[in-house]
């Protein structure tokens, strides 16, 4: 594929006040207008360029939601505070009572329980389908289906969602498709293969420090005025918005973030191969044994790996929970939710992020008791790190 997504971002130029190298900070909740009519019309939506009230939106967002557009090739952006609170407003924009949607079965434990659990009290139903099934995804829908929501890559199964071919079914059926990117920044461009709305929790690889939350909504102008009007926008109503002073933080962060990912790829790479020929039960979209290595390896943008993300199932909860507090105690990472750090971070999902899916669920899905979810960190010595693990497996009797 031909689409450079870190070129579209590198060929931004913004400038600060006084010719600073980053563009200003917008320190403003509120904006003044010199006359009473701009106002009038900036309320209306039509005075361009004009800002209002920083939850509308400031210069800052709109800095950081026009890099995030041209990274994934969409016509427009808006940020949000989180992940989820870009997530839920896209989805009230498009659904209402009596809707309906298809979902992948595999999916953020947040996002499942939203539509598991909250959806039903506004009467929005959901099926969850396996994604990779593409006959059960056109089933599941119905005359009232609105949105077809899957993540690229999934958490924590590392499913790989076939893009194109769903927004064939998406398009078929007059319904969107909203594809969660979180786990794929940059190595997948889900907008390019057919997706009407990506999302992304910015509190992961795009930021990648850990030290603050966003989400983006990338869509069409249409779409994204449509979540920003004053009157019924799902983002400018529910009020998740960014403040500006981390809009400018993250985008400082994204600058780097084609570095960060190659590292992060080359470094589970090199792990998952490793764990694999040591007999340890690994998935990672990069090994051959991967169900979706094939379909990944024609989405991509090669340059960047198949990402930073890994699971290796040791046998049981118990093994997992050892092997993990051995790995922290040898400082290779933290025991800790989120992804998309500088250092490795690793979790048993079960018990943690995927809490959320009822057990019964979960066997059926396969997120077994002893997997591991690792978030693969920038090491700079690889090959030393994978020895300090391997050692940890020793030490705990799974290797
Ligand atoms: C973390 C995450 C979210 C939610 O984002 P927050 O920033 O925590 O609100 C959504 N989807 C995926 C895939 C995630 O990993």
């Known amino acids: 594929m031909s689409f ?19 563009p200003s900070i917008s320190d403003s909740s509120t904006y003044t207008f010199l006359s009473a009519k701009t106002m009038f019309d900036t309320f209306e939506g039509n005075a361009e360029g004009c800002y209002l009230y920083s939850r509308h939106s400031s210069p800052s967002n709109l800095y950081l939601g026009q890099a995030l557009a041209a990274m994934e090739g969409t016509e427009t952006a808006t940020v949000a505070a989180t992940g989820m609170g870009a997530i839920v407003p896209a989805i009230m924009q498009v659904c209402g009572a009596g809707d309906h ?11 499942y329980a939203y539509m598991k659990n909250f959806c039903p009290r506004l009467d929005i139903s959901t099926s969850f389908v396996d994604i990779t099934d593409l006959k059960k995804v056109e089933a599941a829908i119905t005359s009232n289906t609105k949105i077809l929501y899957c993540e690229s890559v999934s958490n924590p199964l590392l499913e790989v969602a076939d893009i ?19 786990f794929s920044p940059l190595g997948i ?8 709305v990506v999302l992304h929790s910015l509190t992961k690889f795009i930021n990648g420090s850990s030290d603050t939350m966003g989400g983006v909504i990338c869509g069409s102008q249409e779409f994204i005025d449509e979540l920003r009007n004053v009157n019924d926008g799902a983002c400018m109503l529910m009020g998740a918005s960014m403040d500006s002073l981390r809009a400018a933080s993250i985008l400082k962060n994204l600058r780097t973030l084609h570095i960060r990912i190659k590292q992060h790829s080359t470094n589970a790479m090199y792990l998952a191969t490793n764990f694999e020929n040591d007999g340890l039960r690994t998935v990672y979209p990069g090994l051959t044994s991967h169900k979706g290595h094939n379909l990944f390896g024609k989405m991509m943008n090669t340059e960047y790996g198949f990402g930073g993300m890994l699971t290796i199932d040791v046998g049981s909860l118990e093994k997992a929970n050892q092997l993990m507090e051995l790995m922290q105690e040898r400082n290779l990472g933290y025991l800790a939710v989120s992804l998309g750090f500088y250092k490795t971070l690793f979790s048993a999902p079960g018990t943690s992020t ?5 057990e019964e669920e979960q066997a ?4 077994t008791d002893g997997l591991i979810r ?3 960190g920038l090491d700079n010595d690889i090959e030393r790190t994978y020895q300090m693990m391997r050692e940890c497996m020793k030490e705990t009797g799974i290797l």
């Open 101 to 111: 949607i298809v979902a992948s079965r595999t999916i953020y434990g947040g996002t």
């Open 189 to 196: 461009s889900p907008a390019k293969l057919g997706a009407d």
């Open 4 to 22: 450079k997504p870190a070129d579209q971002i590198q060929d931004l130029q913004y400038f600060g006040e006084f010719g600073g190298v980053n």
């Open 164 to 182: 194109e071919a769903l927004s064939g079914i998406a398009r078929k059926h007059g319904i969107k498709l909203l594809v969660d990117n979180t």
């Open 374 to 376: 690792f978030s693969i």
């Open 364 to 367: 059926e899905m396969g997120l």
């Open 354 to 358: 995927s809490s959320e899916i009822p």
